[in-house]
């Protein structure tokens, strides 16, 4: 099927556009996760949203959730793996493996919490990867390195663990229960990927031990996160100190993309998000005719 548009984003921005994309009838999916935002569960008390006084971000969460519901709008929870310009068309592809079409999209997927390290982006495709189900073929019988943030994403390290040779994991999180022979578990900080043509070292800031040097030999380095950047979702992207570069009606440098919430910028609040999601949504409908 293709899509009027797609979401990328279940945060304020992502929420406001789906809601005006529906009350214009026009056909979308809105990727997410669960909680909807992390950010905003996360949130003590909100003081600066219109219309709410002093609610907790629970709170928000649930009366968002209440609202999508009542719009019978669904979040699909399948995560984002790239999103590729066609001509006159994008093509949204997933982790999972599944691929979607649409006429327009929409970036609210917030700002990445965790900061590149040097050589990520150099080696982007050449031994840096973001999607175990979409690479990890490319490493059977190799030695790989995982950076991962969260205990949400271990599946996808157990998958790794069933392709690779030998898997180094350095995990950004303290409850590891991966258990495999070819996992050894690292606590130490990753501050370069190098190499030549590919990927062929990871470099710690700690100093060496007998069982790990201060530069490990890999053939790739799997980047497993949340959130991450948008110019890495979706290449040939324009971005401005980490921030997608937008005009006043949202749009981006590529035609038919447009870009909302804290990915475009600060101030990184409900409101501005809100507000910015709602313009995105009304310029996607104006592309459209």
């Known amino acids: 099927m293709m899509y009027d548009c797609i979401i990328i984003g279940s945060g304020p921005a992502g929420i406001s556009a ?35 006084t002093d609610v907790s971000g629970k709170e928000f969460c649930a009366a968002l959730k209440a609202q999508l519901s009542a719009a019978k709008i669904t979040v699909k929870t399948e995560k984002v793996a790239g999103v590729y310009a066609l001509k006159e068309k994008f093509s949204v592809m997933t982790q999972a493996g599944e691929a979607y079409e649409a006429k327009t999209v ?11 390290i040097e050589g990520e982006e150099t080696y982007l495709g050449r031994g840096v ?20 943030t969260t205990k949400a994403l271990e599946h996808e390290i157990g998958y790794l663990a069933d392709l690779a040779k030998k898997v180094y994991l350095i995990p950004m999180y303290k409850e590891v229960e991966i258990d495999r022979e070819n996992v050894t578990l690292i606590r130490k900080m990753p501050v370069k990927i190098d190499g030549e043509m590919r990927v062929k070292n990871l470099t710690f800031a700690d100093s060496p031990t007998e069982e790990i040097p201060s530069v490990l030999p890999i053939d790739g380095v799997f980047m497993l996160r949340d959130c991450v950047s948008p110019a890495v979702l979706v290449g040939g992207l324009e971005m401005q100190e980490g921030h997608v570069v937008v005009s006043r009606d949202m749009s981006t440098n590529l035609k038919g993309c447009f870009a909302a919430g804290d990915c475009t910028g600060r101030p990184y609040q409900y409101a501005k998000a809100a507000g910015e999601g709602n313009v995105a949504a009304h310029s996607v409908c104006a592309f459209l005719k």
Do not use: R
Not at 25 to 52: D, M, R
Not at 129 to 148: E, M, P, Q
């Open 18 to 52: 789906a809601l005006t994309l529906q009350a214009n009838k026009k056909e979308f999916l809105l990727f997410g996760s669960e909680e909807l935002s992390q950010k905003i569960v996360k949130a003590e008390t909100i003081h600066n949203y219109p219309g709410l």
């Open 106 to 116: 929409i970036l609210a997927c917030g700002v990445e919490s965790v900061k590149q």
């Open 129 to 148: 990867s973001y999607c175990a189900t979409c690479d990890g073929f490319l490493y059977k019988n190799k030695t790989i390195a995982v950076i991962c």
